[in-house]
């Protein structure tokens, strides 16, 4: 990110469903102050429940650990900058988590579409599917949605927790066909 950057939406606290309307909401709102056309509304809306939703499955574990430290409360954050849109979200994890969720991530991260196609279906045919959710099918909805590598980073917080940073680029003048 750069300096130059505009913050179109923004939100620290805890995640429920009724937020994550009133920020999609916000979003459709504020569709024609920030010029934002309708293939890349769309690629930021569909972004915008994957990244929100994955906090909010993951959020409700870490209530308690958040009253102790609310500087790591879950967040979200869509800025603008002279080469498009950029989604990031921060939310605590566990630490024996990161070798997994770094894992899948890695995976997606060097899979070209086809691979990335493969590894949907590997996914959804054989993956373990939890009360939770998906098996990581959010990480591989967001790589097909954007072209650009999901970048993300762990900051350690205390002994057993860091906080996941995961961002992702939607760029001004991609392929429109791919909406």
Do not use: C
């Not at 958040?66 to 921060?90: M, T, W």
């Not at 566990?94 to 770094?102: A, G, P, T, V, Y």
């Not at 009360?131 to 591989?140: H, M, R, T, V």
């Amino acid at each position: 990110m750069n300096s130059d950057s505009i913050s179109i939406l923004q939100y620290k606290g805890k995640f429920t469903f009724e937020r994550i309307g009133l920020l999609l909401n916000d979003l459709k709102n504020k569709k024609e102050t920030y010029n934002i056309d309708p293939v890349q509304y769309k690629k930021l809306l569909t972004l915008m429940i994957e990244i929100l939703e994955n906090v909010l499955k993951y959020s409700d574990r870490f209530e308690v650990f958040v009253l102790d430290h609310p500087d790591y409360q879950p967040e979200f954050e869509l800025l603008l900058d002279a080469d498009g849109f950029i989604l990031i979200s921060r939310n605590p994890v566990r630490d024996k988590d990161i070798k997994e969720i770094s894992r899948r991530i890695n995976k997606i991260n060097t899979s070209d579409e086809d691979q990335l196609k493969k590894y949907y279906r590997d996914t959804i045919t054989n993956g373990i599917f939890t009360e939770k959710g998906g098996a990581g099918l959010g990480f591989i909805e967001m790589a097909k949605i954007t072209t650009n590598r999901i970048v993300y980073s762990f900051i350690p917080i205390q002994k057993g927790f860091s906080y996941f940073e995961l961002s992702l680029h939607i760029n001004h003048f991609e392929d429109k066909d791919h909406g």
